[in-house]
């Protein structure tokens, strides 16, 4: 398309946009003349349901038929600047310009005895209202979130950070998409490295269409093969503007209300939206709780399938008792129990999600209750074993931005633990832990781990300071690390 330039009638252009747009019903057509003596002669295009036909009709085909060119002047400059009162005008000198401006929303305007074709805004999408995100609610705080349209979600970013730092920089993905996309930062405090890197990584990425930002996640994750995340993921402006205060570099997609945030570091798995919105008492406890959450649901079944299966030693005896007591009846070994049980939980999380949110939640909780009832009394699955998947289904649903990688990790613990008792449990976290540790993002381990840690480096990890002592940024984040003045006690 870039070889096609616009001609200079426009009769012909009205043909070569025939044959672009053969077999595209929604494209309209029309000539316009001026009243004023018909000196000049016009053609617009534009797509059917995509432009604001009031802005179409009163400022742009009324003034065109009221107007009038004076002999001698560029139609071009006079038409920007005396006639046509729309806020954004652009040049098209070939046809690529022209179909992606057309797809998008925009109306063409061909001037005849021009070579150039003008660009006009008149963008009328029916867009979702803005509401709060379902997965990431809230008791205390913003209850905004981010649409499918690129600009409301720049608008509402830029209206919480009021300044020039916040810099805005748009490209396109997709040869066949052509969907925007734009990186935001705070110029100052991100690190002019990472910025390079996500442009780099971003240029990169050559795909015929990019409809989510979860197109581009796997694409630019510095381990392609690993099962956790290395962006951030939001629908929440106040979470991207947290962020972008913290250094870090902002990913928007168009069509689509997601949106990336990188460097991504591993203790943000366990950071709650409204952790800054609450007490930091409060905030600690509950973030701890997260983390004793990530062990619990890893753990927890390779434990009590090494337990039953090996080291019977390790509990009370009458409660090693009790549960043999319980086992003597089931006709399978612990670890088939517990990876039966643990697969169908997930089968009936899985089926509560997709199914109309009414009937799932009731399908997820009478589910597990009537065929885990049904399996004990059957003597199918042991009671003990009820009690140790529930509670590592409950753990998992309490941390959901790891909750998926766990599941591998879990199943390779339970493997290990049926294998080789607690010394398979012991290889199997060992593994899962050395993972994590080697975890990268953009160039930044997710876990820092150099010996270099004071109160102000750890101030916002296992526990939450209060923001008075949160005098720093994260050290591995960042050029400019304060982030506001030390308070006198």
């Not at 057309?102 to 006009?120: E, K, M, Q, R, W």
């Not at 509560?352 to 009478?366: C, D, H, K, Y």
């Not at 909750?403 to 294998?419: C, D, E, K, Q, W």
């Not at 930044?444 to 102000?456: A, C, E, P, R, Y």
Request: proline letters at 4%; charged letters at 20%; hydrophobic letters at 45%.
């Amino acid at each position: 398309l870039k070889e096609i330039s616009v001609a200079e009638t426009v009769e012909k252009n009205e043909e070569i946009l025939t044959k672009l747009f053969v077999n595209v019903d929604i494209l309209r057509k029309r000539y316009i003349e001026s009243s004023q003596g018909k000196t000049q002669k016009y053609f617009i295009a534009f797509f059917d349901g995509v432009v604001n036909s009031e802005i179409m009709n009163d400022f742009i085909i009324k003034p065109l038929m009221l107007s009038s060119v004076v002999q001698g002047s560029d139609p071009v400059e006079t038409v920007i600047r005396q006639i046509v009162m729309i806020n954004e005008v652009g040049k098209a000198y070939d046809y690529e310009k022209i179909t992606e401006a057309i797809t998008y929303g925009d109306t063409v305007l061909f001037i005849d005895g021009v070579d150039c074709a003008l660009i006009l805004n008149t963008k009328g999408f029916s867009l979702r209202a803005i509401g709060e995100p379902e997965g990431e609610k809230v008791i205390i705080g913003p209850r905004e979130g981010f649409t499918e349209s690129i600009l409301v979600n720049l608008s509402m970013i830029h209206r919480k950070a009021r300044t020039n730092e916040l810099k805005i920089k748009f490209l396109t993905l997709g040869r066949r998409t052509k969907t925007q996309a734009c990186v935001c930062y705070m110029e100052g405090i991100a690190d002019k490295r990472i910025i390079k890197e996500v442009f780099r990584r971003l240029g990169e990425i050559d795909m015929d269409g990019v409809l989510d930002s979860n197109y581009i996640t796997e694409l630019i994750k510095d381990q392609p093969y690993s099962p956790f995340r290395s962006t951030g993921y939001t629908e929440r402006p106040d979470v991207v503007i947290g962020k972008l205060l913290e250094g870090r570099v902002a990913i928007v997609l168009d069509g689509t209300p997601a949106v990336l945030t990188v460097p991504y570091l591993f203790i943000e798995n366990f950071q709650s939206n409204e952790d800054y919105y609450l007490n930091f008492y409060y905030t600690s406890f509950q973030r701890i709780l997260r983390i004793l959450a990530f062990f619990i649901t890893t753990l927890l079944p390779g434990l009590y399938v090494g337990m039953a299966g090996y080291h019977h030693e390790v509990m009370p005896t009458p409660f090693m008792i009790s549960i043999m007591g319980e086992r003597s009846s089931v006709p399978f070994p612990a670890y088939i129990e517990a990876f039966f049980m643990l697969l169908l939980f997930d089968i009936l999380r899985e089926t509560g999600i997709r199914m109309p949110s009414t009937i799932g939640q009731a399908l997820s909780i009478v589910g597990a209750l009537v065929i885990g009832q049904a399996a004990v009394e059957a003597k199918i699955v042991a009671s003990p074993m009820i009690i140790i998947v529930a509670t590592t289904g409950i753990t998992s649903l309490l941390i959901q931005k790891v909750n998926a990688p766990m599941i591998y990790g879990r199943t390779l613990v339970l493997f290990l633990s049926a294998t080789f008792g607690y010394y398979g449990t012991a290889l199997g976290i060992s593994a899962v832990l050395i993972h994590i540790l080697n975890l990268k993002s953009f160039g930044i381990s997710q876990i820092s781990l150099d010996g270099k840690m004071t109160f102000q480096e750890g101030n916002d990890i296992v526990i939450m300071a209060p923001w008075w002592k949160m005098v720093t940024r994260p050290r591995q984040i960042g050029v400019n690390r304060i982030r506001m003045r030390e308070r006198d006690e």
